[in-house]
């Protein structure tokens, strides 16, 4: 069982950083794809990133590319989200998730979620 629990978010503004964290602990961390999904009010649960176990492959959404960038340290069983450029559009709440398949975009393949973390940037 993988447990995730997200921190870091809060309100921003517009063009401002914020680094999610989301730690897990479980000794089968490292074998685990890592991604970050994220759910505006109304909205379905969108892909943002995700990264390999190892750390060495990662993918992003295209609306996210540029500006947000996912990295791990399987020795503290962590897995980050930093996000540039904050944008409105950006607001939602934010969900880490572990899978056993590789580098997966859509939720279903996601085995562990977190109970997410909200991100609210104003204009």
């Known amino acids: 069982q993988v447990h995730p629990v997200e921190s870091g978010g809060g309100l921003v503004q517009t063009g401002d950083s914020l680094r999610l964290s989301c730690a897990a602990s479980?000794?089968?961390?490292?074998?685990?794809?890592l991604g970050w999904f994220r759910q505006a009010p109304g909205k379905e649960r969108d892909f943002v990133a995700a990264?390999?176990?190892?750390?060495?492959?990662?993918n992003y959404a295209d609306s996210v590319k540029g500006r947000f960038t996912i990295s791990r340290d399987n020795a503290k069983n962590t897995v980050y989200l930093q996000m540039n450029s904050l944008k409105p559009e950006d607001t939602a709440v934010y969900y880490c998730?572990?899978?056993?398949?590789?580098?997966?975009?859509?939720?279903?393949?996601?085995?562990?979620w977190g109970q997410g973390t909200q991100v609210t940037v104003s204009s």
């Open positions: 990264i390999s176990p190892n750390g060495g492959s990662a």
């Open positions: 479980v000794r089968t961390f490292s074998m685990y794809t």
């Open positions: 998730a572990a899978a056993a398949k590789y580098l997966p975009t859509v939720t279903y393949n996601y085995n562990y």
